[in-house]
């Protein structure tokens, strides 16, 4: 494998995808980020098991195929600390080379056999949205969610969809934030179920890596997992287990009922002026 990459590039790809893999494991590959590079294109993987990510690296010119280990710690240092503008990485062997125009790295290279598969998108049937408004869900949402509690359905946000409109809904039990917009099935896309509650560690992760805000992004839902693709990454993730609260409960259902229509930034000011 022999790669030549702009380096500044790769830090941001690599810190994206490295926040999946855990920092103790009783897999220590998993550990690491697994570098594959093929078909003129090099792709940066991590997992857990319950959320994995693959994540093509922009600026990287491909002499040789192949694949390698990535050390999560000491690799992500040799990025940041380097003043380098480019790097050339090569597997020879048992290691892996880091060369740069005034600095050269030598690390072990683990077998890359032993990292686990990690899911590719190859759903004909999904739904599909714009990237700028599904990340723009994930903000007004995922603050209210709440990851300490022990009822593990309030650290995720709850997905429902109805002709064409995809509610999200977050709450910790004492607040809670809900915003929909349009999502348009593909096919005969898999229907949300009751217990369709998305990780809010999953979803910081897919606001962190999605960076094309004007692409349209796909999403295949699954028995227990859910799977997202953009034009450079996918994401996998477990769905989170447990009842979630019922919440179209706390919204008055009353005829007849007022809404005000206010602007935004005079009432946000009133607020937090109101709170000294």
Not at 43 to 60: C, K, S
Not at 92 to 100: E, P
Not at 204 to 217: G, H, M, P, T, W
Not at 219 to 237: C, D, G, H, M, W
Request: net charge negative.
């Amino acid at each position: 494998m022999k790669i030549t990459c702009n380096r500044e590039q790769l830090l941001h790809s690599f810190q994206a995808v490295a926040a999946v893999a855990p920092s103790r494991s009783p897999k220590p590959i998993l550990q690491n980020v697994k570098l594959e590079v093929a078909d003129g294109a090099a792709t940066l993987l991590a997992t857990d098991l319950e959320v994995a990510i693959r994540h093509q690296a922009p600026g990287v010119e491909v002499e040789a195929p192949g694949a390698a280990i990535l050390p999560t710690a000491r690799f992500a240092s040799i990025l940041r600390e380097s003043s380098d503008e480019t790097f050339r990485l090569e597997v020879d062997g048992q290691h892996l080379r880091v060369l740069g125009e005034r600095s050269q790295f030598n690390l072990t290279a683990e077998n890359p056999a032993e990292f686990p598969s990690v899911a590719t998108f190859d759903e004909q049937a999904y739904y599909e949205t714009s990237a700028r408004w599904l990340k723009e869900l994930i903000r007004r949402t995922i603050f209210a969610t709440d990851n300490e509690s022990s009822r593990y359905a309030l650290g995720g946000v709850k997905m429902e969809w109805d002709d064409g409109k995809l509610s999200a809904v977050g709450t910790d039990g004492r607040r809670l934030a809900k915003m929909e917009g349009p999502l348009q099935a593909v096919g005969e896309a898999s229907p949300f179920g009751d217990s369709t509650i998305v990780p809010s560690r999953s979803l910081q992760l897919i606001d962190r890596v999605i960076n094309e805000d004007d692409a349209e992004v796909q999403l295949a839902v699954r028995q227990n997992e859910v799977l997202l693709k953009s034009p450079r990454s996918v994401i996998y993730t477990r769905l989170l287990e447990g009842r979630f609260p019922r919440w179209r409960d706390v919204f008055p259902q009353r005829t007849g009922s007022v809404k005000i229509e206010l602007p935004v930034a005079p009432f946000y000011a009133a607020v937090r002026q109101a709170a000294i």
